[in-house]
Nanobody, 121 residues
């Protein structure tokens, strides 16, 4: 059974930074495309970033490009999301997800439980 467990969320002031982590177990991590998403209250889930397995190719949504950085450590089966210059509108529950195949913003098969990020003004 595949498990994804996020951590690192919390309360931060606007302009601050957070790094989210997602530990993966139960499947071959190195060949999985990993993605980060978020969902704010009353809004649809939003794709943020993805990273491919072996080569680490990255793909970002325009809304976070330049502020967020996705990375992975295949030795630790962990994917990260470094978030800088945070804004109150970044407040949401953040999810990591995994999929097979090519890097993509959609069609993820496995999801974590989410971690809350709150940015105060």
């Amino acid at each position: 059974q595949v498990q994804l467990v996020e951590s690192g969320g919390g309360l931060v002031q606007a302009g601050g930074s957070l790094r989210l982590s997602c530990a993966v177990s139960g499947r071959t991590f190195s060949d999985s495309v990993m993605g980060w998403f978020r969902q704010a209250p009353g809004k649809e889930r939003e794709f943020l970033a993805a990273i491919s397995g072996v080569f680490g190719t990255q793909y970002y949504a325009d809304s976070v490009k330049g502020r967020f950085t996705i990375s992975r450590d295949n030795a630790k089966n962990t994917v990260y999301l470094q978030m800088n210059s945070l804004k109150p509108e970044d407040t949401a529950v953040y999810y990591c997800a995994a999929r097979r195949g090519v890097i993509s913003p959609t069609q993820y098969e496995y999801w974590g439980q989410g971690t809350q990020v709150t940015v105060s003004s």
